[in-house]
């Protein structure tokens, strides 16, 4: 489990802006969507954020990408997936439904995917 405080600046500057005040972060951790590209993953007490910094191109400018940001009460289905790949890594696919939508977070932790269900199930 990652610490807010340990994120990108520009990343925590990305969630600040989306949350609001009354929000309390309660779980940081990293996805990987790629080997050197991971999917910033913040729950707060009322949703789930997931960042990630892109590059433009070839040029030496970056933005942060919001993957997903989702209410709680947008939530209708979360399920935990391990592959063999997973498992051999300590790892899983959390996937969240959303009105038929499916948001895709991968190579999570196992630990902090159970953390975050838990989480998501609670509110």
Known sequence: M???HRLPSRI???AQAELSV???IRLCTLGRSSLLAPDFVVITSRR??????RQMGSLNASYINIRCNLLFSQITGVKLDQSLK??????AALEIEVNGDK???NNISYRDAKHAMTLMASC
């Open 86 to 91: 997973h498992r051999i890594f300590g790892q």
């Open 48 to 53: 789930v954020l997931v960042l990630e910094e």
């Open 103 to 105: 948001y895709l977070i």
């Open 22 to 24: 009354d929000e309390q």
């Open 2 to 4: 990652a610490d807010f």
């Open 12 to 14: 925590q500057e990305a």
